[in-house]
């Protein structure tokens, strides 16, 4: 995170921005500062690790001395998944209808056009994406753009030419801890909405170049005192083993703003390449936000795993304390007389096993 000018300036590098340019780009990041240590983000996010881990079933590791069970119950799983299906088969998305007879015809349009879109975009799949999220986090987010996917390819020739895998509006589900909002909003709608938020993306530097440098989107010409580093972390509780290349990372903001400004400023690691208007002719946040169970006067609500949280422990220890019972009523604890020679294999059960001693009584197990 930075909270002070001089941290952006430091990972920026030969770039000096000066006038709007500059405070464009302090402001950003002072912005992305105040959504991220809001107390309501800060508070949801302390269990967003723990609620997927209950989802996924996440087991402690063990070692070799550890005979003691990990065991975990899929009670979460199990109804996250059951409700999940349920909402999916009923294939939830907006129907455009008319508000009197004079916009029948345009309704019928819109909808055709929807349908269109939402078929060629995997609308079902992203839609699946955002409730997962909903219901295993409490929150979900979605984001409406459109969306150009370019790639250089090798044409039968030998020449290289740019084909784009995907062109057109695209609804796509949000990574809960990549999005950060305004800290007093409380949704997207109504007098509390949200005047401004921040998507955070983890880019290759090559990619990076590829989508910005030279492109409609690289009108500041500022793509190329961009470098990789800085803050580039996308695991949270997994840091990459050495040997994986990290390095070549960068950290783009995307700002988006209604209020005070009409803008959307893109930042990469401390460099302005993009300073102009909301592109669409809406000038709303093209965000839109699905909560489980709401949490009045908040903007992040509560989830079947938190609703579960307390019962799946209990029923966690519970199997646990009985996999260990079973475990100890078959592999015994010794008394052992000093004198004996026996080793910790010579007293593990097994079919058959024999112990030889000379005084059968200088050796018991303890019931």
């Known amino acids: 995170m930075y909270d002070k000018p001089d941290q952006v300036e430091r990972l920026a590098g030969k770039y000096n921005p000066q006038g709007a340019e500059k405070e464009a780009r302090d402001w950003v990041y002072k912005r ?3 959504m ?6 800060r508070d949801a996010e302390k269990k967003w690790d723990l609620w997927q881990s209950q989802w996924e079933q996440l087991r402690r590791p063990k070692d070799r001395d550890d005979w003691q069970s990990n065991h975990t119950v899929p009670l979460t799983t199990a109804i996250v998944e059951t409700v999940l299906s349920e909402v999916v088969d009923q294939s939830p998305k907006p129907i455009i209808m008319p508000r009197g007879p004079e916009d029948a015809p345009k309704a019928r349009v819109m909808q055709r056009i929807f349908e269109y879109t939402w078929d060629v975009a995997d609308g079902d799949l992203e839609l699946y994406n955002v409730l997962k999220d909903t219901f295993i986090l409490g929150t979900g987010i979605a984001q409406e753009f459109y969306w150009k996917e370019p790639r250089m390819v090798t044409n ?5 030419e740019m ?3 995907f062109d057109d509006t695209y609804m796509e589900g949000v990574r809960l801890h990549d999005f950060f909002v305004d800290e007093k909003a409380r949704g997207f709608t109504g007098p509390y909405q949200a005047r401004d938020c921040i998507r955070r993306y983890i880019m290759d530097i090559e990619d990076f170049r590829q989508f910005f440098k030279g492109t409609t989107w690289d009108s500041l010409k500022n793509t190329k005192f961009v470098v990789p580093g800085g803050e580039v972390d996308y695991f949270e509780d997994w840091k990459p083993p050495q040997g994986i290349d990290t390095g070549r990372d960068v950290e783009v903001l995307w700002y988006w703003s209604r209020k005070p400004k009409d803008c959307l400023w893109i930042c990469a690691n401390g460099v302005i390449v993009v300073q102009g208007p909301n592109p669409f002719r809406h ?3 093209p965000f839109a936000r699905a909560v489980d169970i709401k949490r009045t006067h908040q903007f992040y609500g509560k989830g079947e795993s938190e609703l579960l949280e307390s019962v799946q422990d209990e029923l966690n220890t519970i199997r646990q304390m009985m996999l260990d019972r079973a475990h100890l009523d078959i592999d015994k604890m010794f008394f052992v007389s000093p004198y004996m020679n026996l080793s910790d294999e010579d007293l593990i059960a097994r079919p058959h096993g024999a112990i030889p001693i000379d005084n059968p009584e200088l050796a018991k197990p303890i019931e």
Do not use: F, H, I
């Open 32 to 34: 992305k500062y105040a």
């Open 156 to 160: 039968e020739k030998g020449k290289e």
């Open 36 to 41: 991220e240590n809001s107390p309501s983000r």
């Open 163 to 165: 084909v784009y895998d």
């Open 283 to 285: 000038k709303q946040l």
